[in-house]
């Protein structure tokens, strides 16, 4: 099994900067994809971020490039997401997920941490 745990959330202003972790710990697979969906309040959860085992690769949604940049340091079995630019809209339960390499989609989630931005 593996065990997902984001921390780094909070409220921040509009134009603030946040940095979202996620440690993954139990069987974390050396090859595999992490990355980080949102949801907001009635709406459906989507794709924020997600990078591949070995740094490359990273992908971003439209409405973030530019503004959220994600990393790993699989030493410490650990994403990142930093978070800048800020705007209301990022509102939301931010979760962190890993893909095992070879399967088809997000196989293992973290239980989200909560991002308030205020305008």
């Known amino acids: 099994q593996v065990q997902l745990v984001e921390s780094g959330g909070g409220l921040v202003q509009a134009g603030d900067s946040l940095r979202l972790s996620c440690a993954a710990s139990?069987?974390?697979?050396?090859?595999?994809?992490l990355g980080w969906f949102r949801q907001a309040p009635g709406k459906e959860r989507e794709f924020v971020a997600s990078i591949r085992w070995n740094g490359g690769n990273p992908n971003y949604a439209d409405s973030v490039k530019g503004r959220f940049t994600i990393s790993r340091d699989n030493a410490k079995n650990t994403v990142y997401l930093q978070m800048n630019s800020l705007k209301p809209e990022d509102t939301a339960v931010y979760y962190c997920?890993?893909?095992?390499?070879?399967?088809?989609?997000?196989?293992?989630w973290g239980q989200g941490t909560q991002v308030t931005v205020s305008s």
């Open positions: 997920a890993l893909q095992v390499y070879g399967t088809n989609g997000f196989n293992y």
């Open positions: 139990g069987r974390t697979f050396s090859s595999n994809t």
